[in-house]
């Protein structure tokens, strides 16, 4: 079983400001993979970047950078000059093993609300 | 990226009725996911949902409750079944175009009175 776990349920920053989201893991997996999702106010859940267990080195994908340590199991997500439109609840997730039998299930944490302060 | 879409956006249902609610997928897939985030809550998976077979369960979910139909390979429906004001939640579709990415429909918004 996998679980997810992020620590931090609300954060402010000032605009243009870097920004951290925790998200730590735990699972007997070998083989997985972290996700982070982006749901703003009207619900949808927009994918943002993804982390492989084996890959070496750290994603990014434009504004977006995942610091994966995997002896402290944490996948954090940067977010470098945040923006307002960058307000929103992040969801850390977390696929297993099952992925290589074709089922790509996800396992979500508890999200954090991100506010973007002016 | 595939573009789905689901149906209908949100609804207000009265208790003891059912919805169901469809997702398009313009790609074909293999897997459909149904997921259910309550009010203020995560995500949590209801089921998986195989084009040919039935759906697989998670804890806590059984068929007569949601029962989910997967007739193609871009079309699921979801039922949610005699409804209560707990069934009030946002529920969602997703699809894996491999293990390194999966998306989301747009969700459907349901209240249950």
């Known amino acids: 079983a996998q679980k997810i776990t992020q620590t931090q349920p609300g954060m402010f920053v000032q605009e243009k400001e870097a920004v951290t989201l925790d998200c730590t893991y735990d699972?007997?997996?070998?083989?997985?993979?972290l996700f982070w999702y982006k749901q703003p106010s009207s619900g949808e859940m927009i994918f943002l970047i993804y982390?492989?267990?084996?890959?070496?080195q750290n994603a990014t994908e434009g504004r977006y950078s995942l610091n994966f340590q995997k002896a402290r199991k944490s996948a954090n997500l940067v977010i470098s000059a945040s923006q307002l439109g960058d307000s929103a609840m992040y969801f850390c997730?977390?696929?297993?093993?099952?992925?290589?039998?074709?089922?790509?299930?996800?396992?979500f944490g508890t999200g954090t609300r991100l506010t973007i302060i002016p | 990226s595939a573009v789905i879409s689901q149906k209908p956006s949100r609804d207000i249902c009265q208790r003891g009725t059912s919805l169901t609610i469809q997702c398009q997928v313009d790609?074909?897939?293999?897997?459909m996911f149904w997921y259910r985030q309550q009010p203020g809550q995560s995500l949590t998976l209801i089921a998986t949902a195989n084009q040919g077979s039935e759906a697989t369960y998670e804890s806590g979910f059984v068929i007569d409750k949601f029962p989910i139909s997967r007739p193609n390979l871009t079309f699921s429906t979801l039922t949610v079944s005699n409804m209560s004001p707990e069934d009030s939640s946002i529920y969602l579709c997703?699809?894996?175009?491999?293990?390194?990415?999966?998306?989301f429909g747009p969700g459907t918004r349901l209240t249950v009175l």
């Open positions: 997730a977390m696929r297993g093993d099952e992925a290589n039998f074709g089922n790509e299930k996800l396992t």
């Open positions: 997703s699809l894996a175009q491999g293990p390194d990415t999966q998306y």
């Open positions: 982390q492989g267990s084996y890959d070496e």
């Open positions: 699972t007997s997996d070998q083989s997985y993979g």
């Open positions: 790609s074909q897939v293999t897997m």
